[in-house]
């Protein structure tokens, strides 16, 4: 079974929120450096933020800041990704990864969710 499991997916008008969750059952979150990624249809994954295991946090897409933000919940061994103002552009499937420290690099890290889709609509 999946390690990270993403959810709170789905359709969402432009200007709308969302709020995804990364919660991992088999080992302790808080330890780990967790970040969300996001794949548009015909495009690489990218890198969106990431929140380190002492919560310093990072944006590696100008797009998204002022708009998203990343929180952990260690007693639900939970990572958080709030969107707000979404737009078109922001519609791709989300993935949450865990590893040691941040990084933009997909290949970096060593344990992924199965990722949750997010459709804003116009």
């Known amino acids: 079974q999946v390690q990270l499991v993403e959810s709170g997916g789905g359709l969402v008008q432009t200007g709308g929120s969302l709020r995804l969750s990364c919660t991992n059952s088999a080992f302790t979150m808080e330890y780990y450096a967790t970040a969300w990624f996001r794949q548009a249809p015909g495009k690489e994954r990218e890198a969106v933020l990431c929140?380190?295991?002492?919560?310093?946090?990072?944006y590696y897409l100008d797009s998204v800041k002022g708009r998203f933000s990343i929180s952990r919940d260690s007693a639900k061994n939970t990572v958080y990704l709030e969107m707000k103002s979404l737009k078109p552009e922001d519609t791709a499937d989300y993935y949450c990864a865990a590893e040691s420290v941040c990084s933009y690099k997909s290949q970096d890290y060593g344990t992924w969710g199965q990722g949750t889709q997010v459709t804003v609509s116009s």
């Open positions: 929140i380190s295991h002492q919560n310093k946090i990072t």
